[in-house]
């Protein structure tokens, strides 16, 4: 590659050779996200890195504050994430230690499942020990609506070019209140808001390295435990999410975390919280293909779409909402 941004960052590079023992021939794509950030990886010379990580956020689209803060935070809290070497911030440039390219989702089997899960609810456990209100932006009722939003502008009307009628959308409409009353009756937490396989990876100290955590906010004690065991990139038997789900509900209970003392309360928070993950992912994949020209979500839609069916269905004022997102699968298919 050699667009501008690319020369920029090889430039500054350039300016920590010496102090990182940096080998920049060896400089190459490490990832992208859905988002305008890209990584790249470089080998260094100094044993105690081996290969380290380049951050590539132009500002005008990604600042670095909010990386930054919440990488501090977690930090503090001893999860195991990027430690910041160097930072540009007028041009967003990071210098991060590298955390490795094995993820959760590459390593996630029915072997390894209940080993790596049990890493990451610890993990989740202390960032939620450590919340504190007032340090990062509220999951209020404007930002829980703005998401559910996604779903009809995006998926139903963009992708699906689906009109609803005036019944539907008072339908969704409802559907939206009450699942938002439920998101904010619960017990406020930090979020990492995509706490999942792909931002998770297998760490030999301290596991997991927890990546993409820049949109964290506080809100639902629920959501974390949603993004990570209604994964949109892998799933598991129901009993065996139900199992980990208490699991995570038992430790977090006996750290002190304010969870119900009833796991059917708990679980259904879980279940609704997840609900409206879903139908905000359903919005943002559709919006990532048809606003951005990123088609490779695509194939991640009817893995969101069964969990949102299903958990619609398992509730009776949830059910007007289960019969239009089962009749977008007509759609979806044709």
């Known amino acids: 590659m050699t667009d501008a941004r690319l020369n920029t960052l090889r430039n500054w590079l350039e300016g920590l050779k010496a102090n990182w023992q940096l080998d920049l021939a060896t400089l190459a794509p490490a990832s992208a996200d859905a988002s305008f950030r890209r990584y790249f990886r470089l080998e260094s010379k100094n044993p105690d890195f ?63 499942a209940d080993s790596l ?30 998401e ?23 339908q969704v409409k409802k559907a939206f209140e009450l699942i938002i009353q439920n998101n904010l009756a619960q017990a406020k937490v930090y979020v990492h808001r995509d706490y999942h396989s792909r931002n998770l990876m297998v760490s030999k100290k301290n596991n997991p390295g927890v990546l993409d955590f820049q949109d964290a906010v506080y809100g639902p004690i629920t959501y974390d435990a949603a993004s990570l065991w209604r994964d949109a990139y892998i799933a598991w038997p129901e009993e065996k999410v139900i199992d980990w789900v208490i699991k995570f509900w038992e430790e ?54 069964k969990y949102a069916i299903a958990t619609a269905n398992r509730y009776i004022e949830l059910k007007p909402l289960a019969r239009i997102l089962e009749s977008t699968r007509t759609n979806q298919d044709g």
């Open 117 to 146: 899960y049990r890493d990451a609810t610890a993990a989740l456990i202390k960032m939620q020990l450590a919340s504190k209100p007032d340090v990062l932006p509220n999951y209020d009722t404007a930002l829980l609506q703005r």
């Open 252 to 305: 977090g209970r006996r750290a002190g975390l304010a969870m119900p003392v009833d796991f059917g309360d708990f679980y259904r928070d879980f279940e609704w919280m997840g609900l409206q993950r879903h139908l905000k992912v359903l919005g943002i994949f559709a919006r990532l293909f048809h606003r951005d020209g990123k088609d490779g979500y695509l194939k991640d839609i009817p893995l969101v779409l």
């Open 50 to 112: 081996g290969t380290l990580i380049v951050m590539d956020a132009p500002p005008q689209y990604e600042p670095l504050d909010a990386f930054i803060q919440v990488d501090l935070l977690l930090s503090q809290a001893t999860l195991n994430v990027p430690q910041i070497l160097e930072k540009n911030l007028v041009d967003g440039f990071l210098l991060l230690n590298d955390l490795g390219n094995e993820t959760y989702l590459s390593a996630l089997d029915e072997q390894t």
């Open 148 to 170: 559910l939003d996604l779903f009809p502008e995006w998926y139903l009307k963009k992708h699906l070019q689906m009109q609803l009628s005036q019944q539907q959308d008072e």
